[in-house]
């Protein structure tokens, strides 16, 4: 099924370079179809957690590739993370190159954006830069940022608005799906123009 396909190239590639050979083909797709079924099967959920712990390398390699996502570092959060977890949080597949740190590959999809800070005592507001992940849900243009207290946000790129917040980035996502449920397309668009309207469009809309 993986044979000759991009992802079963890249699973390869990863799988040599860690091993020098590609020792468990059937293992390895395996973990490619578990990956790829993860929203039509529970068992394939409570799998991807029984394989990907921190020592098992190359399969968190092969995750973190095929879907573009970072694993936290611990079992625990591994765990949570994947309970959180659905196929439309998966990223493009990233290039797997020998000798080229993974951190600095997903390092390499981080962006500046802004987000909006307003005190409301005094009624005013402030865009502040931050690093972020350019992200897309349900048609709205959106960034994951990382929090003071080592938690995630998602804000909107057009005002800087935080819509959805969570201890891990796959749970952020899952409140950001939550809030646009619970507003509605519409309302939430809405809302997105009434704070342009009152504290004006992000920055990044300034720049000629």
Known sequence: MYVGTTKGNLVEKIFVDKFGQFV???GAFSLLAVIDNLDDNPMCREELKERLHIENK????????????RLPKTNKETK???DNLHESDYCEMLDY????????????KTEEFYI??????????????????RIIKKGFSCFIHKLPDG?????????????????TKAE?????KRTINNFGDVEL??????????????PLYNVA
Not at 58 to 66: G, H, L, N
Not at 100 to 107: H, M, T
Not at 116 to 133: A, C, F, I, P, S
Request: net charge positive.
């Open 24 to 26: 468990n083909p059937i």
């Open 58 to 69: 190359a399969s968190r390699k092969t995750f973190e590739y095929v879907t573009g996502l």
């Open 80 to 82: 949570e993370f994947i």
């Open 97 to 108: 190159q020998v000798g080229v740190d993974k951190n600095k590959v997903l390092e390499d």
């Open 116 to 133: 909006l800070e307003v005190d409301q005592e005094n009624k005013t507001r402030e865009y502040k830069k931050v690093l972020g992940e």
């Open 151 to 167: 938690g995630y946000a998602v804000s909107s790129i057009e005002c800087g608005m935080k819509l959805a917040s969570g201890r």
């Open 172 to 176: 952020a996502v899952k409140n950001l």
């Open 189 to 202: 668009r809405k809302k997105i123009q009434e704070v342009i309207e009152l504290y004006g469009a992000s």
